[in-house]
């Protein structure tokens, strides 16, 4: 059974920028579709960019390039990197798989996901 | 635009059919999944490509598709069934994810 969970700071200063990072357990990174997802009350679920485990990538235009995901496939590990934080960015943010190796596939697997409150 | 509305509010009565629409100028010929979220857990699929059901999904939830529209039935409502619903898809113009904004289904 694959595990997700997230970890990082849960409180960051405003201007500053979130690292997270999602470990995977009882699999690996290879050959799926990883996604970061956010959820405010304001904005419910907010895709905020994928990586496949080749390093290819796509994010968010919302986000205005702020976003960064990267994988480590040795560790197993998903990060990302969001700058110049306001409090727009106050969410739960998840970190969640594919089914199956294609990028239209349903995000099946999710991390618990951790809260992130961005202070001024 | 990169929108996919829901109706915000679903309320029926146990028993009953919960219809729940997504619609958005992205849907056309994308693969649709459904996603139920309870308060404090991460979204579950229960839908996933329009109709198919992971195998944890009762066979009272089913998916549809047309057009623009894609569609969550749920029959024969339990109060257990009480949660966020979400629709969700993969954009082939755009290589972007999309959400919509999320129903909430409540038994009466």
């Known amino acids: 059974q694959v595990l997700l969970q997230e970890s990082g700071p849960g409180l960051v200063k405003s201007s500053e920028t979130l690292s997270l990072t999602c470990d995977v357990s009882g699999g690996s990174i290879g050959g799926y579709y990883w996604s970061w997802i956010r959820q405010s009350p304001a904005k419910g679920l907010e895709w905020i960019g994928y990586i496949f485990s080749d390093g290819s990538s796509n994010y968010n235009p919302s986000l205005h390039s702020r976003a960064t995901i990267s994988v480590d496939p040795p560790r197993d590990q998903l990060s990302l990197k969001l700058t110049s934080l306001t409090n727009a960015d106050t969410a739960v943010y998840y970190c969640?798989?594919?089914?199956?190796?294609?990028?239209?596939?349903?995000?099946?697997?999710w991390g618990q996901g951790l809260p992130v409150t961005v202070t001024s | 635009s990169d929108v996919l509305t829901q109706p915000p509010t679903v309320s029926v009565a146990p028993g009953q059919t919960a219809t729940i629409t997504c619609e958005g100028n992205?849907?056309?010929?994308?693969?649709v999944h459904w996603y139920q979220q309870k308060p404090g857990q991460a979204p579950v699929v229960v839908v996933f490509?329009?109709?198919a059901r992971p195998s944890g999904t009762r066979d009272r939830f089913s998916g549809s598709h047309s057009g623009n529209t894609a569609t969550l039935t749920i029959n024969r409502v339990e109060a257990g069934d009480e949660a966020d619903y979400y629709c969700q898809l993969w954009d082939g113009n755009t290589d972007h994810y999309l959400f919509g904004t999320g129903t909430r289904v409540t038994v009466l």
């Open positions: 490509d329009d109709s």
């Open positions: 992205n849907i056309g010929t994308a693969n």
């Open positions: 969640a798989r594919t089914g199956r190796a294609v990028v239209s596939g349903p995000l099946n697997i």
